[in-house]
């Protein structure tokens, strides 16, 4: 269960909203704050992908580094 204070321009807009749509006012919020979850889970599980990719690139770029050094030293890879 799930208490929230809005002010009173905004409850009034929700109330419009829920008479036009035939809903009730928790129906519509309850929408919303599934939307607004879905939103939140889907943009951090992007971000997670994206520091992970860059993680991932700058190892690669390491390994690179280290093969270069090692080339240098005796003239190729081991």
């Known amino acids: ?3 929230v204070r809005l002010d009173t321009d905004l409850e009034e807009r929700l109330a419009a909203v829920a008479r036009t749509q035939g809903r009730s006012k928790s129906d519509i919020a309850r ?6 979850v879905e ?3 889907e943009a951090f ?3 997670a992908k994206r520091q992970s990719l860059k993680a991932a690139a ?19 890879w081991k």
């Open 58 to 76: 700058e190892d690669r770029a390491d390994d690179w580094e280290f093969l270069e050094a090692i080339e240098a030293e005796d003239g190729r």
């Open 31 to 36: 929408e919303a704050v599934r939307r607004y």
């Open 45 to 47: 599980l992007a971000e």
């Open 39 to 41: 939103r939140h889970d």
């Open 1 to 3: 269960m799930l208490g």
